[in-house]
């Protein structure tokens, strides 16, 4: 591939069509399958609805976290919760609380 001044290595590899995915779909079927089971809607816009550090928002994270690849930054923004240190902020609250951890189990 070859260099082009300006363009960010990561936009040459999007570009080019050699961008990984980083298990975004595996991820994304979790949110759809396990969204039903908490409770929580799966569509960007009702997400968007509900306050950034949601409860069911929180335990979906760390089910992300835990089993997938994807990104603090691909979370923040797929489930609506603004800044991609909210994401490590809730796996952290989910961590530490005993009925929260038993719910992603």
């Known amino acids: 591939m070859e260099k082009v001044k300006g363009i960010k290595p990561r936009e040459r590899r999007k570009a080019a069509g050699l961008e990984k995915?980083?298990?975004?779909r595996d991820a994304e079927q979790m949110i759809q399958k396990c969204g039903a089971e908490l409770g929580l809607?799966?569509?960007a816009r009702e997400l968007g609805?509900?306050?950034k550090g949601d409860e069911?928002?929180?335990l979906m994270t760390a089910l992300l976290r835990g089993r997938t690849a994807v990104s603090t930054e691909?979370?923040?923004t797929r489930l609506s919760m603004g800044h991609p240190g909210s994401v490590s902020r809730q796996?952290?609250?989910v961590k530490r609380d005993r009925k929260l951890q038993k719910k992603t189990q």
């Open 49 to 51: 609805s509900l306050r």
């Open 21 to 24: 995915d980083y298990g975004e």
């Open 74 to 76: 691909w979370i923040a």
């Open 41 to 43: 809607p799966t569509q």
């Open 56 to 58: 069911r928002k929180a």
């Open 91 to 93: 796996v952290g609250i």
